[in-house]
């Protein structure tokens, strides 16, 4: 019996060993697993900052400071010249309106040209550009020149117009020196 219980003793001494090197193994692989999961969260970290600063535009200058030198390098300045105003002469319409009140629109603007040679071409097309100008002056509304918005909604109508006008010519921008509504 003293036999038996040495072997009982010496099988319960074994399988405690088995339960710790099991148990151990069990510890090992949740130390990698846990190992495993920060290096995999810190990576995504690390390509999310990237990912940000990339998107955000943070990263431009030091991606493309080479790319940017040699352009600049390469770029010539170009010759400067001095814009040439050009004045129209005054303008007075009827403004579009649904009541019996007239409202009328004055207006002096000066476009702005590239060269004095432009100046030239668009007096050969002055009766068009006043027709243009004209033409959709008299559609507009007060509403549709109240406030910035609508002063740069009129600056951009009319210089398209004057530029389709004056093709193959340029003009550079439409200034006002003097706007009435009334």
């Known amino acids: 019996m003293a036999e038996d219980l040495e ?12 339960e710790a090197s099991s148990s151990g193994q069990e510890g090992g692989s949740k130390k990698k697993r846990l190992i495993l999961i920060l290096v995999v969260v810190a990576i995504l970290a690390v390509v999310g900052v990237a990912a940000g600063l990339y998107f955000s535009g943070l990263l431009d200058p030091l991606l493309h ?4 030198e040699r352009h600049a390098e390469e770029e010539k300045p170009k010759e ?4 040439v105003f050009y004045d129209l002469p005054e303008i007075l319409v009827n403004l579009n309106s649904a009541g019996r009140k007239q409202n009328f629109l004055k207006i002096r603007i000066s476009l702005e040209l590239d060269s004095p040679l432009d100046v030239s071409k668009v007096e050969a097309v002055m009766p068009r550009i006043i027709d243009n100008f004209q033409v959709y002056l008299r559609e507009l509304r007060i509403e549709d020149l109240q406030g910035s918005a609508g002063m740069l909604r009129l600056r951009e ?14 003009v550079n921008d439409v200034l006002f020196k003097e706007m009435l509504v009334q």
Request: without cysteine; aromatic residues 2%; negative net charge.
């Open 7 to 18: 072997e009982d003793f010496e099988e319960g001494e074994g399988s405690d060993e088995q």
């Open 65 to 68: 400071s080479s790319k940017t």
């Open 80 to 83: 400067v010249h001095a814009a």
């Open 157 to 170: 109508e009319l210089l398209t117009r004057v530029n389709n006008a004056v093709k193959p010519a340029k």
